[in-house]
T-cell receptor
Framework: DAEITQSPRHKITETGRQVTLACHQT?????MFWYRQDLGHGLRLIHY???????NKGEVSDGYSVSRSNTEDLPLTLESAASSQTSVYFC????????????FGPGTRLTVL | AQSVTQPDIHITVSEGASLELRCNYS??????LFWYVQSPGQGLQLLLK??????LVQGIKGFEAEFKRSQSSFNLRKPSVHWSDAAEYFC????????????FGTGTRLKVLA
């Protein structure tokens, strides 16, 4: 069955370290998204991609970067982790079809000490 | 700019009681609307979606939602809540203007009393 996976599921790191969160989907979807979930804020869009080599900033992109070298993967990199980036991170994907829902991964809980 | 408001942060209902979760959106054109559910420690699962046609939409797990353009609302309902419905519920709006992005509400956490 097609799916979307995230790794690691839990990560503890220190401030200033570079961290990369993986997202892999087997749906062959063109669109991929990264969100962070924080209490009182719901889900906020960090970065998104509509295809290979395409990346775009979302509403909370500062301190994060993504790259899309193939259809299946959109890794999220925290260049220099900060305590404010402690959060739960969700990856999602959708086909390039209007009105279609996004499919979500199980999430990665990141703690920055 | 698009926005989504879920006015209730927490709701508590007794098992077997009816449920209504509120969602209001702001968008100039016809939006497309979603309700997702998130069980503890899990990702988000789609309950239902609306983009045109019948304004009363049926979803999974016995949920339904009604799109009311005049009130800019898309409230989620269930006639009889089960203990397993305890979760967080998110409303989301997407633009019908060629973008695939959503705006999510802040969520409503549902507690079910036995």
């Amino acid at each position: 069955d097609a799916e979307i996976t995230q790794s690691p599921r839990h990560k503890i790191t220190e401030t200033g370290r570079q961290v990369t969160l993986a997202c892999h989907q087997t749906w062959n979807h063109n669109n991929m998204f990264w969100y962070r979930q924080d209490l009182g804020h719901g889900l906020r869009l960090i970065h998104y991609s509509y295809g290979v080599q395409d990346t775009n900033k979302g509403e909370v992109s500062d301190g994060y970067s993504v790259s899309r070298s193939n259809t299946e993967d959109l890794p999220l990199t925290l260049e220099s982790a900060a305590s404010s980036q402690t959060s739960v991170y969700f990856c999602a994907s959708s086909p390039g079809v209007l009105y279609h829902e996004q499919f979500f991964g199980p999430g990665t809980r990141l703690t920055v000490l | 700019a698009q926005s989504v408001t879920q006015p209730d942060i927490h709701i508590t209902v007794s098992e077997g009681a009816s449920l209504e979760l509120r969602c209001n959106y702001s968008y100039g054109a016809t939006p497309y609307l979603f309700w997702y559910v998130q069980s503890p420690g899990q990702g988000l699962q789609l309950l239902l979606k609306y983009f045109s046609g019948d304004t009363l939409v049926q979803g999974i797990k016995g949920f339904e939602a009604e799109f009311k353009r005049s009130q800019s609302s898309f409230n989620l309902r269930k006639p009889s809540v089960h203990w397993s419905d305890a979760a967080e519920y998110f409303c989301a709006v997407g633009a019908a203007s060629g973008t695939y992005k959503y705006i999510f509400g802040t969520g409503t956490r549902l507690k079910v009393l036995a």
